[in-house]
């Protein structure tokens, strides 16, 4: 198969395409401006879209006058019918592993590099209970080689709570990345079990049934 750069105007959307994509569209062309266009469009022979709507019109708002695009001109018509609905469908079923997501995003934000292109919103990373202020010398690993644990600079006592102001207090202690694996996989399975909003809660009412 080829990718060929296409006229954007030769290209045709699917009248009845299932899905709808218009939330989407500001995120795609927020992707194309600071990677490029690395996804191309696919197309049937009649250069009617099977896959990338979205990037289709994202290029339209863009003013571009060509995109990438690869022809599937070697699907039944069935097939191509079909392969539209399941390249949307399958993507619903992926799941984030949290903790590594998290791991991941702060080092994007200890960066110099402008952290909105990541396409997540503040809103959904508290959806997702990840804490997009993290730092990354909090979520630096442990090598095989070296495990001895580093003390915080500071450690959160009981007057500490007793004479503090704020609303939130952040609770600093050191885990090796295994044990902070196991620990955020449980508190995010206990939330999910008893129904809770954030895995802040999840400990505050395990803490609450230990004490």
């Known amino acids: 198969m080829k990718i060929e750069m296409l006229d954007l105007q030769s290209i045709k959307p699917y009248k009845n395409n299932p899905r709808k994509s218009i ?3 500001a995120k795609v062309k927020e992707s194309i401006l600071e990677y490029g266009f690395k996804q191309p469009i696919v197309i049937d022979k009649d250069k009617v879209i099977i896959v990338g709507h979205s ?3 994202a290029a339209t708002e863009l003013n571009l006058s060509k995109v990438p695009c690869l022809i599937a001109d070697d699907l039944s018509d069935t ?3 079909a392969y539209r609905i ?3 469908r399958i993507a619903q079923d992926g ?3 949290t903790d590594l997501l998290a791991i991941e995003l702060a080092q994007i934000k200890g960066s110099d590099f402008d952290f909105s292109k990541t ?3 503040q809103a959904e990373l508290e959806s997702l209970h990840l804490d997009p202020i993290a730092s990354t010398t909090s979520l630096t ?3 095989e080689e070296s495990q001895t644990e580093q003390p915080p600079d500071e450690y959160v006592t009981d007057s500490n709570f007793a004479n503090s102001d704020e609303e939130y207090v952040n609770l600093n202690f050191t885990l090796k990345n295994i044990d902070r694996k196991n620990v955020f996989q449980y508190l995010d399975g206990y939330r999910k079990k008893h129904n809770l909003p954030t895995t802040s809660d999840a400990l505050i009412e395990i803490c609450k049934g230990v004490i």
């Open 23 to 25: 939330r989407t569209i």
């Open 55 to 57: 990037r289709f019109m």
């Open 79 to 81: 097939q191509i019918q």
């Open 86 to 88: 399941a390249d949307n």
């Open 95 to 97: 799941e984030w592993d």
């Open 119 to 121: 396409g997540f919103s």
């Open 141 to 143: 690993s442990i090598t």
